[in-house]
């Protein structure tokens, strides 16, 4: 389901649109989490039937908050599937999904977010998953990442990692160190 972009609404539901996006993104940045939609219109300053005119559920605007970052994620994860050493095209991509969460409370929420009521998750973190597990097959077949591990493992270890990264998200040698001790813990265990 493709949602409407600012080209294709009248100008005053644009920036309605975009005044939604931008309540809800702050209050999700300032308290992690969003506000009831009431909340979020009064903030906006329009009516709440202008929120569920654009985003008809709680789920869609929080998929509509990280829908460019994660859109950017997805063609990160598919260049890095062209990259001739596996090991380290996963190894990129895994840092960049870690930092686009520390960058854009959206993502991290449609990252953290269970699936949806039928069971799946938003179309781009399928598409998202399924690039990263193109990723995590090819380093796996180098024998650099254990085999008990999927997609969606790496997806929930993230969401993981980058909450725990995020009071340190400035520093960056503490980032790297997290993230070196995330990857040293996909290799498969040493033989006994």
Known sequence: MSSPTDKTLRADAARNRRLVLDVAREQLREHGRTPPMKTIAELAGVGVGTVYRHFPTHEA???????????????????????????????????????????????????AAPDNEC?????????????????????????????????????RLLVGLAHAARPVADDDRRVRLYLRFFLDGLRPPPEG
């Not at 605007?61 to 997805?74: C, F, S, Y």
């Not at 840092?95 to 520390?102: A, H, K, M, N, S």
């Not at 690039?131 to 790496?154: F, K, Q, S, Y």
């Open 119 to 155: 069971g799946a998750p938003p179309p781009v973190a399928a598409r998202l998953g399924a690039a990263v597990d193109h990723l995590l097959a090819r380093a796996r077949e180098t024998g650099a990442v254990r085999t008990d591990i999927c997609a969606d493992d790496i997806r």
């Open 61 to 111: 605007l929080l998929e509509a908050l990280g829908d460019d970052g994660m859109q950017r994620l997805v063609a990160a994860c598919r260049a890095a599937a062209d990259e001739p050493d596996p090991v380290a095209g996963f190894e990129r991509i895994v840092e960049y999904v870690l930092r686009g969460q520390l960058a854009d409370p959206g993502i991290a929420t449609i990252l």
